[in-house]
């Protein structure tokens, strides 16, 4: 079993950045793929960025590359996604989501959101 505990979202003006965190409890954290999606309003929940165990591996979605920057500490147990050159396309209730293979909107285990807020 893995608790998902976002932090770190806020309201920001376009251009700036955020960092959001995601903390796991429990012993296995290192053997689970991690994940971020978004979900803005009326529309359907969409993959942001992903990185493998071992954090070896890393993927994002096209509208984020190059802005956004998934990482992870193992020994912390957290997955933290970096967002740089915020607009407001970006404004979304932002997840966490963790699975024992290729995490995917079918993610065994999801944290509450964290709400970003992109002002133009």
């Known amino acids: 079993q893995v608790q998902l505990v976002e932090s770190g979202g806020g309201l920001v003006q376009a251009g700036g950045s955020l960092r959001l965190s995601c903390a796991a409890s429990?012993?296995?954290?290192?053997?689970?793929?991690m994940g971020w999606f978004r979900q803005a309003p009326g529309k359907e929940r969409e993959f942001v960025a992903a990185?493998?165990?071992?954090?070896?591996?890393?993927r994002y979605a096209g509208s984020v590359k190059g802005r956004f920057t998934i990482s992870r500490d193992n020994a912390k147990n957290t997955a933290d996604l970096q967002m740089n050159s915020l607009n407001p396309e970006d404004t979304a209730v932002y997840y966490c989501?963790?699975?024992?293979?290729?995490?995917?909107?079918?993610?065994?285990?999801w944290g509450q959101g964290t709400q970003v807020t992109v002002s133009s």
């Open positions: 989501a963790a699975d024992p293979s290729r995490v995917s909107d079918t993610a065994r285990y």
């Open positions: 429990g012993r296995t954290f290192n053997r689970y793929d």
């Open positions: 990185i493998s165990w071992s954090g070896g591996s890393t």
